[in-house]
Nanobody, 130 residues
Framework: LQFVVTGGDLVQPGGSLRLSCATSGFTSDDYAIGWIRQAPGKEYEGVSCISTSDGSTYYTDSVKGRFAISRDNAEGTVYLQMNSLKPEDTGNYYC????????????????????????WGQGTQVTVSS
């Protein structure tokens, strides 16, 4: 898969953003597409992912209740709606994918691990600051 990520911006704390990840298209295989982020000087962190087959979702604890991931199968696009943004959400956000054979949590960890060696594209910068 190839990804084109858009939607990053500078936003005040408490604000909202919607990130989009356009892919080359979903296949019939069950895999996960998700979002990972990297803050300056920090390691990659898995944020959320979604199954391409049944739409089930997974979120890291720090974004539960604030972020929502969704997909549009017809368009081959995955979205991340981010509400109640905090300064600690600042970072470069990347779209990534991994097999979903062992569940979404494992898939997201795999995306984090692969970020060191894979090219998930340029990502999009999210800055939360007043």
């Amino acid at each position: 898969l190839q990804f084109v990520v858009t939607g990053g911006d500078l936003v005040q704390p408490g604000g909202s953003l919607r990130l989009s990840c356009a892919t080359s298209g979903f296949t019939s295989d069950d895999y996960a597409i998700g979002w990972i982020r990297q803050a300056p000087g920090k390691e990659y962190e898995g944020v959320s992912c979604i199954s391409t087959s049944d739409g089930s979702t997974y979120y890291t604890d720090s974004v539960k209740g604030r972020f929502a991931i969704s997909r549009d199968n017809a368009e081959g696009t995955v979205y991340l709606q981010m509400n109640s943004l905090k300064p600690e959400d600042t970072g470069n956000y990347y779209c990534a994918s991994a097999p979903n054979h062992l569940g979404l949590h494992v898939a997201l960890v795999t995306m984090e691990t692969l970020a060191e060696t894979e090219s998930w594209g340029q990502g999009t910068q999210v800055t939360v600051s007043s």
